[in-house]
């Protein structure tokens, strides 16, 4: 298994408050990437990063900030949580080729 | 977003039986790759593609790189119950991380044993 760990695995906030989920790696890779799975819509990106403090949108970036201060941490801020951010959260890394590698999920609900 | 076609959707069956399936695209990629997700867990990547026609396997999983570039195929021989999950395909049109281009991701193929 790829050196991916998320925090928190699980957590329930209400919305309107900050909620920020961390991905860590131990492979030194490039590349990181946050998607959000949901139901009938597959794995959609919501940021990527391509080297410390490089970062750029996905397809569903709104509602959605990141930062990457080192190399081996990607956190995703959701400034302030709504219901339609009630989502499962992976965490990707990749190197020079195209394959990427996704930690265990965060299961985020919004109440 | 873009989503490859994958097919079937789903699939029931015995165990000890063969399995394919399929994704294809309405445009070229250059590199494939294949997933399965288990239930809470993140999708695992079972095999790599990077070259038209390359066929690779993977134990019992044998994916290939369809010669169309479009295209890409999973199989897997005699089914244990262990196999049950979600196989996703996911393509990139270029050689590397450099540029905008991301991944495609499949719909996914959800695989059950039937006891």
């Known amino acids: 298994d790829a050196g991916i760990t998320q925090s928190p695995r699980h957590k329930v906030t209400e919305t309107g408050t900050p909620v920020t989920l961390r991905c860590h790696q131990t492979e030194n890779h490039r590349y990181m990437y946050w998607y959000r799975q949901d139901p009938g819509h597959g794995l959609r990106l919501i940021h990527y990063?391509?080297?410390?403090?490089?970062?750029d949108k996905g397809e569903v970036s709104d509602g959605y900030s990141v930062s990457r201060s080192k190399t081996e941490d990607f956190l995703l801020t959701l400034e302030s949580a709504t219901s339609s951010q009630t989502s499962v959260y992976f965490c990707?890394?990749?190197?020079?080729?195209?394959?990427?590698?996704f930690g265990p999920g965060t299961r985020l609900l919004v109440l | 977003g873009q989503q490859l076609n994958q097919s079937p959707q789903s699939m029931f069956i015995q165990e000890g039986e063969d399995v394919s399936m399929n994704c294809t695209s309405s445009?070229?990629?250059?590199?494939w790759l294949w997933y399965k997700q288990e239930p809470g867990e993140g999708p695992v990547l079972l095999i790599a593609l990077y070259k038209a026609g390359e066929l690779t396997s993977n134990g019992r999983l044998t994916a290939q790189f369809g010669i169309t570039r479009k295209d890409s195929f999973l199989n897997i021989s005699a089914s244990i119950p262990s196999d049950v999950g979600i196989y996703f395909c996911a393509g990139h049109p270029r050689g590397s991380n450099f540029g905008n281009e991301k991944l495609t991701f499949g719909t996914g193929t959800r695989l059950t044993i039937i006891p």
């Open positions: 990707a890394i990749g190197g020079q080729t195209e394959t990427q590698y």
């Open positions: 445009s070229i990629f250059n590199t």
């Open positions: 990063s391509y080297g410390v403090k490089d970062t």
